[in-house]
């Protein structure tokens, strides 16, 4: 009589052959780790925002008060002497922002913010997403970095058809 082995390898624990998941499930599962990192950029994004335009300049303070300035009377505002201010104010917020030292120097009204969350958030989304599913991290993982790969290989067939 032969013995009737259900298991894929050794006697260690996670011997063996991998399991393999369902393409459903790796697609709900990636889906799900890159909608959380997306949610996690974003948060990011809008916390530098209010950190560069209330905290670190007074930006947004000026462009209330150049919105508080009624639509009809814009054009002779934009002639006045308040104007001047106004922009003189706004150039010295933008040199301050650019790290320029002089007031009169070239400054460029694009400011890049740091749209990477925060460390150790991949971490958590990983422990998180593997709570979700009830695989372990290390699998969560892997099925995160498959799910990236298809999403690039789709990318770049679209660009293909071009």
Same mark, same amino acid.
């Given at each position: ?8 390898g ?11 998941f ?10 799900l ?6 949610e996690? $950029?974003?948060?990011?994004?809008? $916390? ?27 054009? =002779? ?6 104007? =001047? ?7 010295? =917020? ?6 320029? =030292? /002089? ?16 460390r150790? $958030? ?13 695989? $372990?991290?290390?699998? /969560? ?13 789709? /990318?770049?067939?679209d /660009?293909?058809?071009?």
């Open positions: 009589m032969k013995k009737v082995i259900e298991k894929h050794g006697k260690r624990q996670g011997a063996g052959r991998p399991f393999k369902p393409f459903e499930f790796k697609m709900r599962a990636g889906q780790c890159e909608e959380m990192w997306h996690a $950029t974003l948060a990011q994004i809008k $916390t530098a925002k209010k950190k560069l335009l209330v905290q670190d300049t007074d930006l947004q303070a000026l462009f209330r008060k150049a919105n508080s300035v009624p639509v009809k009377d814009r054009s =002779e505002w934009l002639l006045s002497e308040n104007y =001047e201010v106004h922009s003189s104010d706004v150039s010295v =917020e933008l040199a301050n922002i650019n790290g320029c =030292e /002089t007031e009169f120097a070239s400054t460029s009204r694009v400011v890049t913010i740091e749209a990477k969350p925060p150790g $958030t991949r971490k958590a989304i990983l422990r998180e997403v593997a709570a979700v599913f009830k695989i $372990t991290e290390k699998q /969560t993982d892997n099925i995160w970095q498959q799910y990236r790969l298809f999403e690039k290989s789709l /990318t770049l067939s /660009t293909d058809l071009d």
